[in-house]
């Protein structure tokens, strides 16, 4: 079965840091693309990053340019996220789409992990 699980997430300050991760069970993500989202109470679910299968294209959304990266490595994704605001505040979900280039539909990723809250206090 096609599982994603989050980690990371918790309580920082405004301007703190925090990692969070995505590992996959029963697949391997080398095979796909994977999104970052967030979505806080009341708002709508925002994509905010992406990186390709190979790792080789990433794509930010213009609220975390500057401030957020992700990368790959030993068959997992993360996102670092530097210079955190109360607005970071979120639950993080990372998911896959069934294909290994990016997109920023949400409707499109059909594998999600649970999320991982993400707190900014000011």
């Known amino acids: 079965q096609m599982q994603l699980v989050e980690s990371g997430g918790g309580l920082v300050e405004s301007g703190g840091s925090l990692t969070l991760s995505c590992a996959a069970s029963?697949?391997?993500?080398?095979?796909?693309?994977v999104g970052w989202f967030r979505q806080a109470p009341g708002k709508e679910r925002e994509g905010i990053s992406c990186?390709?299968?190979?790792?080789?294209s990433m794509g930010y959304a213009d609220s975390v340019k500057g401030r957020f990266t992700v990368s790959r490595e030993n068959a997992k994704v993360y996102l670092q996220m530097d210079s955190l605001k109360p607005e970071d505040t979120a639950v993080y979900y990372c998911?896959?789409?069934?294909?290994?280039?990016?997109?920023?539909?949400?409707?499109?990723?059909?594998?999600w992990g649970q999320g991982t809250q993400v707190t900014v206090s000011s």
């Open positions: 998911a896959t789409p069934p294909f290994a280039w990016c997109d920023y539909d949400y409707r499109d990723f059909h594998t």
């Open positions: 990186i390709t299968a190979s790792g080789s």
């Open positions: 029963g697949f391997s993500l080398d095979y796909y693309a």
